[in-house]
């Protein structure tokens, strides 16, 4: 459990959140001295907003389930599916993700404007990962990797000629390896991650439009952008 508003006398005053490691955007151990953009950012809306947040890093499964029955304020962070709007109440975007498909700089081969534009090429993407099974549905005979650390090494290697991941996830780990500049990067789509409250959340109350005019505030004074800086 990670505490990190001091926490008010009155327990009850305290808000859980839960969140799972996946950097950059929340890291359970800071990476020199950073962790993770929607991490910073909701602590400074915690800060604008007088909340006591205790932020707890639980398995994804785990997360759904304490956001559906309301054991939890909410999930830090998560993708919009109509699904969850069920029992979630999404916040304005707090960030966003970018998928797309990584080759070696300078690659010679298909530019790739599509992910069926792999089909018959080797491709990679990670075990377990939704990149990886999208590649399977198509037909694309997928190499799997055991993470993304190794499928950059596997890319870099030329194990395979594509790989498809995540760019704000792949990059900073890509940064971390001391590969940047080594890689080209085929933006197929870009989607935004949300802030999702706990409809069944009992404190709920106004919290939401607070955090949502709070998350604005925090984009026009310029903090928004200075915390992802660091991250890049």
Same mark, same amino acid.
């Given at each position: 459990i990670f505490c990190l508003i001091g926490l008010s006398a009155n327990a009850s005053d305290t808000h859980i959140v839960a969140t799972e490691e996946y950097p950059p955007y929340e890291m359970k151990k800071p990476v020199n001295g950073l962790r993770g953009f929607d991490y910073e950012v909701l602590i400074e809306i915690s800060k604008d907003l007088n909340l006591d947040l205790d932020i707890q890093f639980l398995p994804w499964k785990r997360a759904i389930q304490y956001t559906k029955s309301g054991k939890v304020l909410g999930i830090l962070t998560c993708a919009h599916t109509s699904e969850r709007e069920i029992f979630i109440t999404y916040s304005d975007p707090i960030s966003e993700f970018t998928n797309g498909l990584y080759t070696i700089a300078g690659f010679e081969g298909i530019k790739p404007q599509k992910i069926e534009d792999v089909i018959g090429q080797k491709v990679g993407s990670v075990d377990g990962y939704e990149s990886l099974l999208i590649l399977q549905k198509i037909g694309a005979n997928p190499i799997a990797a055991p993470s993304t650390s190794n499928a950059i090494d596997? #890319?870099? *290697?030329q194990r395979f000629e594509y790989l498809s991941l995540a760019k704000q996830a792949t990059d900073f780990i890509i940064k971390q390896k001391g590969k940047s500049g080594y890689f080209d990067f085929y933006t197929l789509e870009t989607k935004n991650f949300y802030f999702c409250f706990s409809k069944r959340y009992p404190k709920l109350g106004n919290l939401v439009e607070r955090f949502n005019q709070s998350l604005k505030q #925090? %984009?026009? *004074?310029?903090? @928004?952008?200075?915390?992802?800086? %660091? @991250?890049?």
């Open positions: 596997m #890319l870099f *290697s #925090l %984009k026009e *004074s310029g903090r @928004y952008d200075a915390i992802h800086a %660091k @991250y890049r």
